[in-house]
């Protein structure tokens, strides 16, 4: 059991390069998130999705799109990186209702953008 | 904007000594509190979660919850140097359909 996995761990990109964060889970949970995290900022929240098939935007939407492929997979998609897109990416998941239930985070994929 | 506010420390505490973290929220409907303790490098953990008025125990922490003053703190007694890390606070938005909202945090150091 698993619990939640991201690929890569680390990525370096160049600036205009396009990239796909994955991230995976196999606790048949419902509910998915992908969150970054910069210093002194907290967690921010990109994406999220209540159900398969369904994705809404959270605070910091701009410059990515996601995907929920199916229940277990929800992608995170830089179409074009920009060094302000560098920080560390955290994909969530949450069994019961969205926003009422504990979150189980993977282990992160930190994104450099020169 | 609902706001989760945290004192981002450091908190610096001796070994053995209470550290006492402190979390206040702007949405007076919230009903569900987390607590996540998040080390250098590492992904947010879940510690503790609580949903009613009052105290609960796991081990050498405890939750401490009053929906009236806005407030949700977490105890860690007997502190260690493990526990030396940054500590989440997280609030259902009381908004169906949204996030959990986070805290930026509070640094703790536990000195030996």
């Known amino acids: 059991n698993a619990g939640v996995t991201q690929t890569p761990k680390f990525q370096v990109l160049k600036t205009g390069q396009s990239m796909t964060l994955q991230c995976a889970q196999d606790?048949?949970?419902?509910?998915m998130y992908w969150y970054r995290q910069d210093p002194g900022m907290g967690l921010r929240l990109i994406y999220y999705?209540?159900?398969?098939?369904?994705?809404d935007k959270g605070e910091v939407p701009n410059g990515y799109n996601v995907s929920r492929l199916n229940k277990r997979e929800f992608s995170l998609r830089l179409e074009s990186a920009a060094p302000s897109q560098t920080s560390v990416y955290f994909c969530?998941?949450?069994?019961?209702?969205?926003?009422?239930?504990?979150?189980?985070f993977g282990p992160g994929t930190r994104l450099t953008v020169l | 904007q609902k706001e989760v506010e945290q004192n981002s420390g450091p908190l610096s505490v001796p070994e053995g000594a209470i550290a006492s973290l402190n979390c206040t929220y702007s949405d007076r409907g919230s009903q569900s509190f987390f607590w996540y303790r998040q080390y250098s490098g590492k992904s947010p953990e879940l510690i503790m979660s609580?949903?009613?008025?009052g105290d609960k125990e796991d081990g050498r922490f405890t939750a401490q919850l009053n929906k009236a003053s806005q407030y949700v703190s977490l105890l860690i007694r007997d502190s260690q140097p493990s526990d030396s890390a940054t500590y989440l606070c997280?609030?259902?938005?009381?908004?169906?359909?949204?996030?959990?909202?986070f805290g930026k945090g509070t640094t703790l150091s536990v000195s030996s």
């Open positions: 969530a998941t949450t069994h019961g209702q969205i926003g009422t239930d504990t979150q189980y």
């Open positions: 999705s209540a159900s398969e098939g369904t994705t």
């Open positions: 609580i949903y009613s008025n």
């Open positions: 997280a609030v259902d938005p009381n908004q169906a359909g949204t996030a959990l909202i």
């Open positions: 606790m048949n949970h419902n509910s």
